[in-house]
């Protein structure tokens, strides 16, 4: 059968499209690979004869040396065949290739030495077998090296006029991963010439890694990037897609004033686990804002959620959308999406709808936490285990235009679905609450203190296992600052910024719902569990650094306009009470709150009031969540419509 034909009846998933020179060196590798080797066994056998008996053959000697040439020949092939050496990459050639050769040797030298004993006389003298085993196991060796530097170093120096030259930062192992991957991968694989490192502290200054100058970045010995430019011409910075986002926010403004494009490049373990593949992205905004990976106790998480019945509401918004798919992933008995949005609810039908989901029975109830008559019948019918109540409203100027509404989903709706979880026997109950909750100054966040005051008073009357997770904003989510900053430098500017000094804690949406999950496991009934936020993030500073990633300038092609504060918001967020000040880490990002249970009669009477003052208005709204608020905080809150009106 000819080559043609053969490619021809390979399966489809098989066959490639075209076949191109370098398929065909791979394919007939072992053209090349097998006559060198032969050359190097046949050579290193007649110099191990020439160097025992000092390069003077006798004719005796000479003949018994060439009649057993094919011999030792075939038994060296044998020997390498059986060890599967030829089957090993000489590309990417590795320490354990170079144990199967000299595994391969011995093997061959012990066979000879066998040999000899079986005649009356020597096949192979003695010293001809250890000198020749040396000298194999150095040429042989000496060809696999010298192939992948070939490929490494003769064949990418070669070629470097047509990539771009490149810096990467940081020494650590991700750094030096993506280095190798570089030096390794194909030439068509990349478009990287790697020029150098970045680092900050992590080595000297004119040290060297892999024969590349290490560059430091701090204040003693600051990069002159013009001039690096200048040397080099348009030159890229690769950063591991680990760094952290402070390191990359203090990367950005310089590269950008230097016109050095910085991308994204992921680790050998994100390739690893088939995440990414082996190329650069453009910077993000999470990118500026990424902490140290979660180190969660899966077992603790699955034990909870994986066979479990789970329902979560909202489950169609931006915290809520990514706990299905996460806790989807945890391979729970059934999911049931709760959610008031038809549009929402629809769209995370969509997208499992395109997954395997497995065995996974999916349920999706759109409906109001309000409606008791609903909530009833779904508990009733699907019996869930555990619950997740994300619905709420969150938009802070809105609630103080509307308090009823904040009074009625906020709060009224999590007392429902609290109160259905209590009635039908759930086991576990998550409230997701908000650090506008502590000490608020705005309707909204009254609106959650008083959520999680219900909680923590049902949680003393109740089997079920109540328990809060506070944090503060995360990224992407509906309504927040990332898309709105995003649409306006779309639109070409201005970006508004409310103020200045203005500051925000930030994580990401996934990163969020990992730690809700932990919460839920750790936690105990009753207690609020507070996430590290890392270190507050100015939002004038957010938004200069999204005009950088835009590949735009402030104030040249953007401008930022502050608008003063709007009602309720506050300059700084805060996570914690005063009485929570010295509040323990029960894991490495979960901290564990005060938990100053108020009686259940006393918040039932709270929130009854906040319903009965709901129904008379805006106004009476207001005066009643002034006076409910000052009985559960440290500090006096006056909403400010109620200011404007005095």
Same mark, same amino acid.
């Given at each position: ?86 089957? *090993? ?18 093997? @061959? ?34 060809? *696999? ?31 030096? &991963? !993506? ?52 040397? =080099? ?7 591991? &897609? ?185 086991? *576990?109950?998550?409230? !997701? $609450? ?30 079920? *296992? ?22 306006? !430098? ?36 009753? $207690? ?21 990633? $835009? ?11 502050? =608008? ?14 005063? @009485?929570?000040? &010295? ?64």
């Amino acid at each position: 059968m000819n080559r043609s034909r053969l490619i021809d009846d390979l399966p489809v998933a098989f066959a490639p499209t075209k076949v191109t020179h370098r398929d065909r060196m791979m394919r007939h590798r072992l053209a090349f690979i097998l006559p060198a080797c032969l050359l190097m066994y046949g050579l290193s056998y007649c110099l191990a004869y020439y160097i025992r008996f000092e390069f003077s053959l006798s004719p005796e000697r000479l003949q018994m040396m060439l009649t057993m040439l094919p011999v030792v020949l075939a038994i060296k092939l044998i020997s390498a065949f059986c060890w599967r050496e030829f089957s *090993r990459s000489f590309r990417h050639v590795s320490v354990e290739d170079l144990l199967v050769v000299a595994a391969s040797t011995i093997s @061959t030298a012990c066979f000879l030495w066998a040999a000899n004993g079986l005649g009356s006389s020597a096949l192979v003298p003695r010293s001809v077998i250890c000198i020749d085993a040396v000298l194999t196991l150095v040429m042989i060796s000496t060809l *696999r090296a010298v192939y992948r530097v070939f490929y490494e170093v003769t064949l990418p120096y070669m070629q470097q006029h047509e990539k771009q030259p490149t810096l990467i930062y940081g020494a650590r192992q991700p750094s030096i &991963g !993506i280095m190798r991957m570089l030096n390794t991968a194909s030439s068509a694989d990349h478009l990287y010439r790697l020029i150098g490192f970045v680092v900050n502290g992590e080595e000297t200054t004119g040290s060297r890694i892999g024969g590349q100058p290490v560059y430091q970045l701090d204040q003693q010995s600051d990069i002159d990037w013009q001039t690096l430019k200048s040397r =080099t011409g348009a030159v890229n910075l690769l950063i591991p &897609g680990d760094t952290p986002g402070n390191i990359v926010r203090e990367l950005l403004p310089a590269c950008a004033a230097a016109g050095i494009k910085v991308n994204v490049i992921p680790t050998v373990n994100d390739i690893v686990d088939g995440r990414y593949k082996l190329s650069a992205r453009d910077l993000q905004v999470s990118d500026l804002l990424r902490r140290e990976p979660n180190v969660l106790d899966m077992a603790a998480i699955q034990k909870y959620v994986t066979g479990h019945r789970v329902l979560i509401t909202g489950g169609a918004g931006s915290i809520g959308s990514e706990l299905c798919r996460q806790v989807a992933d945890l391979k729970p008995e059934k999911l049931i999406v709760f959610d008031q949005s038809e549009f929402g609810t629809f769209s995370i039908e969509q997208e499992f709808a395109s997954r395997n989901m497995g065995d996974l029975e999916i349920v999706y109830v759109v409906a109001d936490v309000l409606d008791d008559h609903m909530l009833d019948q779904v508990f009733s019918e699907h019996k869930p285990q555990l619950v997740f109540h994300a619905a709420a409203y969150k938009h802070v100027p809105l609630m103080e235009d509307n308090p009823q509404a904040a009074v009625l989903n906020n709060i009224l709706g999590t007392k429902a679905v609290a109160d259905a979880a209590n009635e039908h026997g759930v086991d *576990r109950f998550v409230l !997701i $609450s908000t650090d506008k909750a502590v000490r608020p100054t705005s309707v909204m966040g009254a609106s959650k203190l008083m959520a999680e005051k219900y909680i923590q008073s049902l949680s003393g009357i109740s089997e079920t *296992r109540y328990i809060t997770v506070r944090f503060g904003n995360v990224l992407d989510s509906m309504g927040s600052v990332v898309p709105t900053f995003r649409k306006q !430098i779309a639109d070409g500017g201005p970006i508004t910024v409310t103020h200045p000094e203005m500051n925000r804690f930030f994580m990401t949406i996934p990163e969020a719902v990992q730690l809700v999950l932990q919460a839920g496991a750790i936690g105990y009934t009753g $207690s609020v569990l507070i996430l590290d936020m890392g270190e507050p993030v100015k939002i004038v500073d957010l938004a200069l650094d999204m005009i950088l990633l $835009s590949g735009l300038k402030f104030p040249d092609d953007i401008d930022i306009v502050f =608008t003063g504060l709007r009602p309720g918001e506050k300059l700084y967020e805060e996570l914690f009470y005063s @009485t929570e000040a &010295g509040a323990k880490k029960v894991h490495d990002k979960i901290y564990s709150g005060e938990s100053n249970t108020a009686s259940y009669p006393s918040v039932v009477a709270d929130i009854r009031h906040l319903e009965e003052a709901a129904n008379h208005g805006r106004e009476a709204t207001l005066q009643a969540f002034k006076e409910v608020v000052a009985q559960h905080t440290d500090r006096e809150w006056i909403p400010s419509r109620l200011k404007k009106a005095a």
